[in-house]
T-cell receptor, first 110, second 115 residues
């Protein structure tokens, strides 16, 4: 079945450093979504990418969809302590069944 | 924007009992809803696809007799955990697909603790 892997699994950064998480699918995707989950909370929708090579920005967050629509990345510039949490990608192969990635847990050290 | 509500948000039940979790689309119709579960510090695992008016489609390894899913209307899907055991304790979250569209909305999840 479809597998969605994220790397790294964990990342500790100093406040102000950049952070990137990568999402890779074993199959070509229709679209991909990104979520952030704080400890003890539920996943919160961040963004959806649909087009090949698409790049979207939300303040310090930059999301990219690969040209082959099999991978994606989330980059955070100048991390802040409020960025702490686990970031998940969720991949759809066209059936609306979103398969969640393994997640990247980010810790930001003040 | 579209809202998906889950109820209860937290529930504690005794081993051997059954517990029902509701997933409602509050301002839109959803022919398809999805149920996920998440163990602590793990990712969300898709359990089943719930289609209005028909039987749910379960993912491999998910016991359909244990996790009963009913999607009786275009705005409500329910997940019933039958004969609950402590290992069923988990975070359960649903998502709903806007009918005729390609947008998915997630509920806020339900924390189940079986004691």
């Amino acid at each position: 079945g479809q597998q969605v892997m994220q790397i790294p699994q964990y990342q500790h950064v100093q406040e102000g450093e950049d952070f990137t998480t990568y999402c890779n699918s074993s199959t070509t995707l229709s679209n991909i979504q990104w979520y952030k989950q704080r400890p003890g909370g539920h996943p919160v929708f961040l963004i959806q990418l649909v087009k090949s090579g698409e790049v979207k920005k939300q303040k310090r967050l930059t999301f990219q969809f690969g040209e082959a629509k099999k991978n994606s990345s989330l980059h955070i510039t100048a991390t802040q302590t409020t960025d702490v949490g686990t970031y998940f990608c969720a991949a759809d192969s066209g059936t609306y069944k979103y398969i969640f990635g393994t997640g990247t847990r980010l810790k930001v050290l003040a | 924007g579209a809202v998906v509500s889950q109820h209860p948000s937290r529930v504690i039940c005794k081993s051997g009992t059954s517990v029902k979790i509701e997933c409602r689309s509050l301002d839109f119709q959803a022919t398809t809803m999805f149920w996920y579960r998440q163990f602590p510090k793990k990712s969300l695992m898709l359990m089943a696809t719930s289609n209005e008016g028909s039987k749910a489609t379960y993912e491999q390894g998910v016991e359909k007799d244990k996790f009963l899913i009913n999607h009786a209307s275009l705005t409500l899907s329910t997940l019933t955990v039958t004969s609950a055991h402590p290992e069923d304790s988990s975070f359960y979250i649903c998502s709903a697909r806007l009918s005729g569209g390609n947008t998915i909305y997630f509920g806020e999840g339900s924390w189940l603790t079986v004691v």
